[in-house]
Nanobody
Framework: QVQLVESGGGLVQAGESLRLSCVAS????????MGWYRQAPGKQRELVAS???????VYADSVKGRFTISRDNAKNTVTLQMNSLKPEDTAVYYCKAVSALYVSYWGQGTQVTVSS
């Protein structure tokens, strides 16, 4: 069973930065795409950013210009650099990986809290 292990969440003030990382625990796991989603209290889970194996990226409009997603295919890791954080970025952030067979896997989530 593939596990996604996330790290890097925490409490910061508005304007500061955080870096989230996610690694797939199983070596040789062929990943088609990886991404980050978030879910704030009372809201639906939403896409933050995603990146395919060739490197094509997609960002939510609300984070464009502030967040950067990157991945290391050899290490099955994905990183989300979050700059200029805002209180509305407060949420639980989840890592997602889609395998070559289009099976989705989710991490356990990491809390990001941005105070004003």
């Amino acid at each position: 069973q593939v596990q996604l292990v996330e790290s890097g969440g925490g409490l910061v003030q508005a304007g500061e930065s955080l870096r989230l990382s996610c690694v797939a625990s199983e070596s040789g796991f062929s990943i088609r795409a990886m991404g980050w989603y978030r879910q704030a209290p009372g809201k639906q889970r939403e896409l933050v950013a995603s990146i395919t194996s060739p490197g094509t990226t997609v960002y939510a409009d609300s984070v464009k210009g502030r967040f950067t997603i990157s991945r290391d295919n050899a290490k099955n890791t994905v990183t989300l650099q979050m700059n200029s954080l805002k209180p509305e970025d407060t949420a639980v952030y989840y890592c997602k990986a889609v395998s070559a067979l289009y099976v989705s896997y989710w991490g356990q989530g990491t809390q990001v809290t941005v105070s004003s």
